[in-house]
């Protein structure tokens, strides 16, 4: 019986995001977080927010908080 091979994603998480973001426009992190889930089904939510806070610093993206628990991600380049 074969094993199932398993094959590395061609394109990284946050390049992932950025086009997500760049194809929808400004979106709550949940909804980004759902997106990114289900293309990389091994992302946790602190990697998640690590991505976040990594595109955030480099001026790629822009976070705010709309209330309590949520956030609005928008693509500044």
């Known amino acids: 019986m074969p094993m199932p091979?398993?094959?590395?994603?061609t394109?990284?998480?946050?390049?992932?995001m950025?086009?997500?973001?760049?194809k929808?426009?400004?979106l709550p992190d949940s909804d980004l977080?759902?997106?990114l889930t289900d293309e990389f089904a091994d992302l946790g939510y602190k990697d998640f927010?690590?991505?976040?806070?990594?595109?955030?610093?480099?001026g790629k993206i822009r976070v705010t908080s709309m209330s309590r628990g949520k956030r609005?991600?928008?693509?500044?380049s």
Do not use: C
Not at 5 to 9: D, H, S
Not at 72 to 76: A, I, P, Q, T, Y
């Open 11 to 16: 394109l990284p998480a946050y390049f992932t």
């Open 24 to 26: 929808k426009g400004a």
């Open 5 to 9: 091979t398993k094959t590395w994603k």
């Open 33 to 35: 977080y759902e997106a």
């Open 49 to 58: 927010s690590d991505l976040l806070m990594r595109l955030e610093i480099s």
């Open 72 to 76: 609005r991600v928008e693509l500044l």
């Open 18 to 22: 950025m086009e997500l973001l760049k």
